[in-house]
């Protein structure tokens, strides 16, 4: 990342006064929730996990089965809901004024330029459908404070997260092929080590076991929480 990037994301933080913001990225099952649990123990980190209860719900409807039951008919709507459920999370106000860290699942930035990208490529997204949900993206950049502070990483390898996909038995990801999560951990490759992502990216090795990769956690927690123990 360069400098300036930076210096501007530190900027916009402190003129806004808004909290430190780490995003947990990772393909599925990396073990992303776990992660954000580990850091309960701080009362000044607010965290957010992947509302998938909302996914599934949306009015009665679970648009997370629909997604997987189709993901040529479903990618728009899921993609524009996710990018919405997104930017309440991003963009909400700390829920007290101790809060001084906010960390969420996932990020309206991932959504973009992992997913979006990925539906595009695969052609569940038909090319209309992909500039409508870019023209999203840009407004929302332009004009409200979405950037990023931190992101962690949680590195794996796609074999393991599938097996460990497999045995979680999420119903609706019961079908999900192994090529899936070579697809989107492709898409996470690209992103990640693009010069222009904004922010700073700590890797973690999430192929190992809970212990090591809770260690690393520990080790980083200062990086992690910008300093604000
Ligand atoms: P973890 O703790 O790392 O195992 O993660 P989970 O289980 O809390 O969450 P994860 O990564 O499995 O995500 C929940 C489901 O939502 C999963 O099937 C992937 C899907 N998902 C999340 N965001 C997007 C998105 O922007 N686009 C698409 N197509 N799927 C998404």
Redesign the pocket.
């Known amino acids: 990342m360069s400098n300036n990037i930076k210096n501007i994301t530190n900027a916009a933080r402190v003129v806004n006064k808004r909290p430190f913001r780490v995003s947990i990225e990772?393909?599925?099952?990396?073990?992303?929730?776990?992660?954000i649990k580990y850091f309960d123990k701080y009362p000044n980190v607010e965290k957010h996990?992947?509302p998938?209860a909302e996914?599934r719900n949306v009015s009665g409807h679970n648009l997370?089965g629909l997604?997987?039951s189709d993901?040529n008919e479903w990618?728009f709507a899921?993609?524009h809901y996710?990018h919405l459920s997104r930017l309440k999370i991003q963009t909400s106000p700390p829920s007290n004024p101790n809060i001084t860290v906010k960390m969420f699942?996932?990020s309206v930035q991932?959504?973009r330029h992992?997913?979006?990208e990925?539906?595009k490529k695969q052609d569940?997204l038909k090319d209309p459908e992909y500039q409508v949900l870019l023209q999203w993206f840009d407004y929302t950049e332009k004009y409200l404070d979405i950037s990023l502070d931190l992101i962690v990483y949680?590195r794996t390898t796609p074999k393991t997260?599938w097996e460990?996909?497999m045995k979680?038995g999420?119903a609706?990801?019961s079908e999900?092929p192994l090529e899936y999560l070579e697809q989107v951990h492709e898409s996470y490759e690209n992103w990640l080590s693009s010069p222009d992502i904004g922010c700073e990216v700590l890797t973690i090795d999430a192929d190992r076991g809970l212990d090591c990769v809770r260690e690393d956690l520990d080790r980083y927690s200062y990086k992690i929480l910008g300093g604000n123990h």
Not at 26 to 35: E, L, P, Q, V
Request: glycine content about 8%.
């Open positions: 990772g393909n599925i099952g990396s073990g992303k929730s776990t992660c996990a992947e998938i996914w997370l997604l997987y993901m990618s899921f993609q996710v699942e996932r991932n959504s992992c997913f979006v990925n539906s569940f949680l997260v460990r996909m979680r999420r609706e990801e999900v």
